[in-house]
């Protein structure tokens, strides 16, 4: 059998426990307990002692502490202290908070013997246990893929947004090169009517100085 013992403890108030074999675990238990009594921060944490492991699970103030064989790794026995650490609170609730030594034991002793069994000598807890493992995987796994497709979302509405700019400032910019075009046609032809202008000018200008006179009196007896 790979757990074979397991309290429920406010502090160092043990409100239940079980044994499933004649052990010193107690007195062992009580000195962990008193020894994480006064600390404010959840932890899992396990102990060695001989052949055998403790591994307790402190969250909220409430520890669940269960003795394992060292065969049993850690899988199983933190799968066992969450199981029952759910089981006492959907139980007995805020009656956790001033309940006396052993106040539960009666009834939730025998809780802990079965979970104990369970989790000890059924193949399913271990596969579950493994499938809970790979669940939380997937869903880690899916809540990464979602925040990969959330950030791919806003680099694609940031590209489209970019993209609209783009082509407004083209449209503009075509607008402005028309115009720039049109002015530039006129000045070219401005420019071309003025040099036309002085060239006649200077031929006129010439044939007046060979022909004697503006009227060109000479060029036309």
Known sequence: MAILYALVARGSVVLAEFSATSTTANSIARQILDKIAHGKND???SYSQDRYIFHVKRTDGLTVLCMAE????RRIPFAFLEDIHQRFVRTYGR????AQA???NDEFSRI????MDYYSNDPNADRINRLRGEMSQVRSVMIENIDKVL???DRLELLVGKTSTMQANSFRFRKQSRRFRNTMWWKNVKL???LIFL???IVYVVVAFVCHGLTLPSCFK
Do not use: C, H
Request: proline share 0%.
């Open 199 to 201: 060239v006649m000018a």
């Open 192 to 194: 071309t009517m003025i």
């Open 112 to 115: 802990l013997s079965q979970q």
């Open 102 to 104: 052993y106040a539960m």
């Open 43 to 45: 932890t899992n944490v």
């Open 95 to 98: 009656a956790i908070l001033s």
């Open 151 to 153: 950030e791919r979302g």
């Open 70 to 73: 060292d065969t049993a790794q």
